[in-house]
């Protein structure tokens, strides 16, 4: 059974940084494409970030461009995002996803399999 559990969310205030965890299990992590997606109250779930297999090629969306970086280590079967400079607009709930695709896919469609997600507060 495939299991992505995500840590490290809380509540920081403006300017705060903050390092999500996702630790996978169930599955050759080293083969899946790996991608984190938010979503805030109301809204739409919306890509972040995400990282190929390898870590050799990643994309982000452009609003957090320069300011969170993802990164995985196949060995310890886990991928991070570090966000910095984090805004009262980067609140919401924080979610790991897993692709089979090739490259760093940004399409929600393109991934299958999700954590609970990790609940991000950026106070003002």
């Known amino acids: 059974q495939v299991q992505l559990v995500e840590s490290g969310g809380g509540l920081v205030q403006a300017g705060g940084s903050l390092r999500l965890s996702c630790a996978a299990s169930?599955?050759?992590?080293?083969?899946?494409?790996m991608a984190w997606f938010r979503q805030a109250p109301g809204k739409e779930r919306e890509f972040v970030a995400a990282?190929?297999?390898?870590?050799?090629?990643?994309s982000y969306a452009d609003s957090v461009k320069g300011q969170f970086t993802i990164s995985r280590d196949n060995a310890e079967n886990t991928v991070y995002l570090q966000m910095n400079s984090l805004k009262p607009e980067d609140t919401a709930v924080y979610y790991c996803?897993?692709?089979?695709?090739?490259?760093?896919?940004?399409?929600?469609?393109?991934?299958?399999?999700w954590g609970r997600g990790t609940q991000v507060t950026v106070s003002s």
């Open positions: 996803t897993a692709s089979g695709q090739s490259g760093s896919p940004v399409r929600l469609s393109s991934y299958y399999y």
């Open positions: 990282i190929s297999r390898s870590g050799g090629s990643t």
């Open positions: 169930g599955l050759t992590f080293k083969n899946y494409a």
